[in-house]
């Protein structure tokens, strides 16, 4: 049994920029045809805690006068015991990731709706899972 807690979540970073009507309706037109990428990198803070960070990108297959758009959601895990260093990989990449997504989706579609845009249909699930087992092999 997998003994962690994600003690604390802040968005660390935020870019979303619509440079002016041309990218808002390039925007409207392109936006199911992004590409979503996610970056997971981590740091100990001390003996027990460590910081995740988990970024989502959204950048254009085709155009590229379109800024991308990327939120990072840092969230501050404790380890209550000790892990074994695979057993910890997966919490960091796989688990926490998959706890947190839901809220940086939230966050993204919120953004473009106060930003005019009706649909904008980001992946309700992401296979973090999946993520990880093609980035080992």
């Known amino acids: 049994m997998m003994t962690y807690k994600i003690v604390s979540k802040y968005i660390k ?3 979303f920029e619509i440079a002016g009507a041309k990218a808002y309706f390039l925007l409207e037109k392109n936006i199911k045809n992004f ?34 758009i990327s939120i990072c959601l840092s969230s501050l ?24 997504y839901p809220e940086i989706r939230e966050t993204l579609c919120y953004l473009f709706e106060k930003s005019g845009f009706k ?19």
């Open 35 to 68: 590409l979503v990428n996610f970056d997971i990198k981590s740091q100990k803070i001390n003996q027990n805690i460590i910081e995740v960070d988990t970024t989502l990108y959204l950048s254009s297959k085709k155009d590229t006068n379109l800024s991308p």
């Open 77 to 100: 895990v404790n380890f209550e015991k000790e892990f074994e260093k695979k057993e910890m990989e997966k919490v960091i990449l796989v688990d926490v990731p998959k706890t947190v």
């Open 13 to 15: 970073d935020l870019s």
């Open 119 to 137: 649909k904008v249909n980001l992946q309700k699930e992401i296979d973090f899972e999946k993520l990880y087992e093609n980035k080992k092999s």
